[in-house]
């Protein structure tokens, strides 16, 4: 019980620092306008996340989602979060 409370609480804490982190670096046009209005940042960003992780929003999400089966001790969330994460990684196969 322990052991899953805390991997629960490290899944929460990484995967906010991946959302937020990525967030702060693509700024608020960048994060929620730029596929929608075709509005893209002048390079590629490398700064802290994404010279860690190369998809920091979809990886972060998976693991706060995974924080909150784990808290919640629901085999089910658990099953959803890896649900989640496969989601991402086929849309991501498709985003190139």
């Known amino acids: 019980m322990l052991l899953t409370q805390l991997l629960g609480y490290a899944c929460f804490a990484v995967g906010n ?3 937020l982190s990525s967030f702060f670096a693509l700024g608020l046009t ?3 306008l730029g596929d929608n ?4 940042m002048g390079a590629r960003v490398t ?3 994404f010279n860690v992780n190369d998809n920091p929003m ?3 999400t ?3 989602s995974l924080d909150t089966a784990l808290l919640s001790k629901s085999p089910a969330g ?3 979060s890896s649900v989640v994460y496969a989601v991402y990684r086929v849309a991501l196969e498709f985003e190139g």
Do not use: K, Q, W, Y
């Not at 209005?37 to 893209?40: F, G, P, R, T, V």
């Open 62 to 64: 998976a693991l706060m």
């Open 17 to 19: 620092i991946l959302v």
């Open 30 to 32: 960048c994060t929620f």
């Open 58 to 60: 979809s990886n972060g």
């Open 47 to 49: 700064s802290l996340p």
């Open 78 to 80: 658990i099953f959803l």
């Open 37 to 40: 209005l075709d509005i893209l």
